[in-house]
């Protein structure tokens, strides 16, 4: 029988709850514009759709080609301080978007606030490492995703009803709702407290390091590939879930919306008592993160299958929402322990372009999702969830193998008390 060890209980994060609710309010201001995102833009700004899509496409792979810098800056000057900036960045840039009335200061604007989105999971990720230790780290990245999704919708809900009481003039409302829930989600993070292990090196005091330090670190880069492989089924619910139901299924749209809602609702219920379950449990990391992975391939099989009967629209409702079910399970065991797996894995000192990099793995896939997908479905409607599932299976085998390559801290959430032998008794000369 397998006894889990366990070691000393988690220590309670300074400031974890301004933390948290800074991260609610912001992810609030940020559902009221990402569903909406080129009409959002339209509106505010008046420019036409077609330039407003340009814009924002331009400015964005901008963004990516900024996330190396950004984790130097954080390397250089700390995730807490380069959190702040960014914070304040975007509540600037939406407090300035209903004056950017021409292409000029659209393009202006949408840039800086792109270069602060993009970089935003890599401060963020490096802030959970800087102010977390042990399973504290696997369980704010939980908490973290959970209100992300929760407060997503809620910014989504919000925004819609002020359009039904303005109309599209309410849009320029929001986008100061945007701001404001920035600058308070700033003012709260502000609050939270660094922590530094004691033994870890002032990166002012240490060796001048780079990117040629995680170039070199090939356990951690097959981490990434493997965070790659992962990140495609990630993309699958936004990208292909609604191109497979309309035209594979031939399903009505009706069903996109609910497949999105039970994964929202699951998220932002059960992500933190899934998280909880597998961290008690003394799981390695790196083998629950293989099991979301798993529980992605299952889900991937399973529209194979369904994709083959294609039955009753009725059977295709529930098969397709049990399924959403077990792809949102994966998500949910695999995210909190994938993360803290990176945040660990990188060495304290250059922890900002260790996550610049594993991120690069996340916006990667999200690139390449759409084009994928769409060639993979013109040829078989099948054919991307196959592709998919051998992916997730690749991913859950270099989780497993790169077990051992990595630093112990890293694969375990608290390392397991050691067990000693009892010293034999010394007899002594009266």
Same mark, same amino acid.
């Given at each position: /029988?397998?006894?889990?060890?366990?070691?000393?209980?988690?220590?309670?994060?300074?400031?974890?709850?301004?933390?948290?609710?800074?991260?609610?309010?912001?992810?609030?201001?940020?559902?009221?514009?990402?569903?909406?995102?080129?009409?959002?833009?339209?509106? +505010?700004?008046?420019?036409?759709?077609?330039?407003?899509? $340009?814009?924002?496409?331009?400015?964005?792979?901008?963004?990516?080609?900024? /996330?190396?810098?950004?984790?130097?800056?954080?390397?250089?000057?700390?995730?807490?301080?380069?959190?702040?900036?960014?914070? !304040?960045?975007?509540?600037?840039?939406?407090?300035?978007?209903?004056?950017?009335?021409?292409?000029?200061?659209?393009?202006?604007?949408?840039?800086?606030?792109?270069?602060?989105?993009?970089?935003?999971?890599?401060?963020?990720?490096?802030?959970?490492?800087?102010?977390? %230790?042990?399973?504290?780290?696997?369980?704010?990245?939980?908490?973290? %995703?959970?209100?992300?999704?929760?407060? /997503?919708?809620?910014?989504?809900?919000?925004?819609?009803?002020?359009?039904?009481?303005?109309? =599209?003039?309410?849009?320029?409302?929001?986008?100061?709702?945007?701001?404001?829930?920035?600058?308070?989600?700033?003012?709260?993070?502000?609050?939270?407290?660094?922590?530094?292990?004691?033994?870890?090196?002032?990166?002012?005091?240490?060796?001048?390091?780079?990117?040629? &330090?995680?170039? %070199?670190?090939?356990?951690?880069?097959?981490? =990434?590939?493997?965070?790659?492989?992962?990140?495609?089924?990630?993309?699958?619910?936004?990208?292909?879930?609604?191109?497979?139901?309309? &035209?594979?299924?031939?399903?009505?749209?009706?069903?996109?919306?609910?497949?999105?809602?039970?994964?929202?609702?699951?998220?932002?219920?059960?992500?933190?008592?899934?998280?909880?379950?597998?961290?008690?449990?003394?799981?390695?990391? &790196?083998?629950?993160?293989?099991?979301?992975?798993?529980?992605?391939?299952?889900?991937?099989?399973?529209?194979? +299958?369904?994709?083959?009967?294609?039955?009753?629209?009725?059977?295709? /409702?529930?098969?397709?929402?049990?399924?959403?079910?077990?792809?949102?399970?994966?998500?949910?065991?695999?995210?909190?322990?994938?993360?803290?797996?990176?945040?660990?894995?990188?060495?304290?000192?250059? %922890?900002?372009?260790?996550?610049?990099?594993?991120?690069?793995?996340?916006? $990667?896939?999200?690139?390449?999702?759409?084009?994928?997908?769409?060639?993979?479905?013109?040829?078989?409607?099948?054919?991307?969830?196959?592709?998919?599932?051998?992916?997730?299976?690749?991913?859950?085998?270099?989780?497993?193998?790169?077990?051992?390559?990595?630093? !112990?801290?890293?694969?375990?959430?608290?390392?397991?008390?050691?067990? &000693?032998?009892?010293?034999?008794?010394? !007899?002594?000369?009266?």
């Amino acid at each position: /029988m397998l006894k889990v060890l366990r070691g000393p209980a988690e220590t309670r994060v300074a400031g974890e709850r301004s933390l948290l609710t800074g991260v609610g309010i912001s992810a609030v201001g940020i559902g009221m514009y990402i569903p909406f995102s080129l009409v959002f833009f339209h509106h +505010v700004t008046g420019l036409s759709f077609t330039l407003v899509g $340009l814009v924002l496409t331009v400015t964005g792979l901008v963004g990516l080609a900024f /996330m190396p810098l950004a984790g130097s800056a954080v390397d250089r000057f700390g995730a807490r301080r380069v959190n702040l900036v960014l914070y !304040a960045v975007r509540a600037l840039g939406f407090a300035l978007y209903p004056f950017a009335g021409s292409p000029a200061a659209f393009a202006a604007v949408a840039l800086v606030t792109a270069l602060a989105d993009r970089s935003f999971p890599v401060v963020q990720q490096s802030l959970i490492g800087e102010v977390a %230790r042990g399973g504290a780290r696997d369980r704010l990245q939980a908490s973290v %995703r959970a209100l992300q999704n929760a407060g /997503m919708g809620a910014g989504a809900l919000l925004v819609s009803g002020v359009l039904a009481l303005w109309g =599209t003039g309410g849009f320029q409302y929001t986008a100061w709702g945007n701001a404001l829930a920035f600058a308070l989600a700033g003012l709260l993070v502000a609050r939270v407290r660094p922590v530094r292990d004691a033994e870890a090196p002032d990166a002012a005091e240490g060796p001048v390091v780079g990117y040629r &330090t995680v170039l %070199r670190d090939r356990a951690f880069l097959g981490l =990434t590939a493997a965070n790659f492989l992962t990140a495609l089924g990630y993309a699958a619910l936004s990208v292909l879930f609604p191109l497979y139901i309309s &035209t594979w299924l031939r399903g009505p749209d009706s069903l996109t919306g609910a497949a999105f809602t039970v994964n929202t609702v699951l998220c932002a219920g059960i992500g933190v008592l899934i998280a909880g379950r597998v961290r008690r449990s003394g799981a390695r990391r &790196t083998r629950s993160a293989a099991l979301g992975a798993l529980l992605f391939a299952a889900a991937f099989v399973a529209q194979i +299958v369904l994709g083959t009967l294609r039955p009753g629209q009725t059977a295709t /409702m529930v098969a397709l929402l049990a399924i959403v079910v077990v792809y949102t399970l994966g998500e949910l065991v695999h995210s909190p322990s994938g993360g803290a797996l990176s945040v660990s894995a990188a060495p304290e000192a250059v %922890r900002g372009r260790y996550l610049a990099t594993y991120q690069l793995s996340y916006a $990667l896939a999200t690139a390449l999702a759409p084009s994928l997908f769409t060639v993979l479905l013109a040829v078989d409607g099948r054919l991307p969830w196959a592709v998919l599932a051998v992916a997730a299976l690749g991913a859950a085998l270099a989780l497993v193998l790169l077990e051992r390559h990595l630093p !112990a801290e890293a694969v375990h959430a608290t390392p397991p008390t050691p067990v &000693t032998a009892p010293v034999p008794a010394v !007899a002594v000369a009266a």
